[in-house]
């Protein structure tokens, strides 16, 4: 099955520490997208990746870092530095980086200990 | 920055009745979509309008673009509880690539 997955479903973070979460698609999309939902809001941008090795800053970077060493893989870095990580984490793809459909994850939810 | 703003914030319905919903834009765009997400899950495409259509259809789903007024609407008709969830509008604006921008989304709940 084709498909995009997010893991864990759930992520529990301590103060002070690094978490990743993690992102893999197989439907050989370039594009790649993370976003940030809290409750009963929209979605926000954090990071994008048009192409392996490249990836740029969204409306909300402070405090998170990506990687996209793989074409199906691009994994988001929780830093300390984000004060507020309380969120539900949405990944997704896309074809190409024209504005077309994005196939979402089933996302993860992250929860301050 | 949000793109776009959808009203109502929340809608409730009967089984059966149909359910509008709105998204206002500020910006040129290449196109609009609409996407689904129930409780808890991730989002689901339903449907595409380019920026030169007026309408289109998808099963029980209608969707109008009105550039001048920079607007679009999605009807569900015969609403079914299944159709309980969250709808968000995306915009893509013109120009060269610029980032897909959601909106805060309707939630709409379909009481059977």
């Known amino acids: 099955d084709g498909g995009i997955t997010q893991s864990p479903k759930y992520l529990f973070r301590k103060e002070g520490q690094n978490v990743t979460l993690s992102c893999e698609q197989n439907l050989n999309h370039d594009a790649m997208y993370w976003y940030r939902q809290d409750p009963g809001q929209g979605l926000r941008l954090i990071y994008y990746s048009q192409i392996v090795n490249d990836f740029q800053k969204g409306d909300i970077a402070e405090g998170y870092s990506v990687s996209r060493e793989k074409k199906e893989s691009f994994p988001l870095t929780v830093t300390s530095a984000q004060k507020n990580p309380t969120a539900f984490y949405l990944c997704a793809s896309s074809i190409g980086d024209r504005g077309g459909p994005q196939y979402f994850g089933p996302g993860t939810r992250l929860l301050v200990l | 920055s949000q793109q776009g703003e959808e009203d109502p914030q929340a809608l409730s319905i009967q089984e059966g009745e149909n359910a509008t919903m709105n998204c206002s834009y500020k910006?040129?765009?290449?196109?609009l979509q609409w996407y689904r997400q129930n409780s808890g899950r991730g989002l689901v495409h339903l449907i595409l309008?380019?920026?030169?259509?007026r309408e289109k259809h998808s099963g029980r789903l209608r969707v109008t673009l009105d550039t001048s007024k920079k607007s679009s609407s999605l009807l569900i008709t015969a609403s079914r509880a299944a159709d309980t969830a969250s709808y968000f509008c995306a915009t893509a604006p013109s120009g060269g690539y610029q980032k897909v921008t959601f909106g805060t989304g309707t939630k709409l709940q379909v009481i059977p």
């Open positions: 309008i380019r920026s030169n259509e």
């Open positions: 910006t040129s765009i290449n196109n």
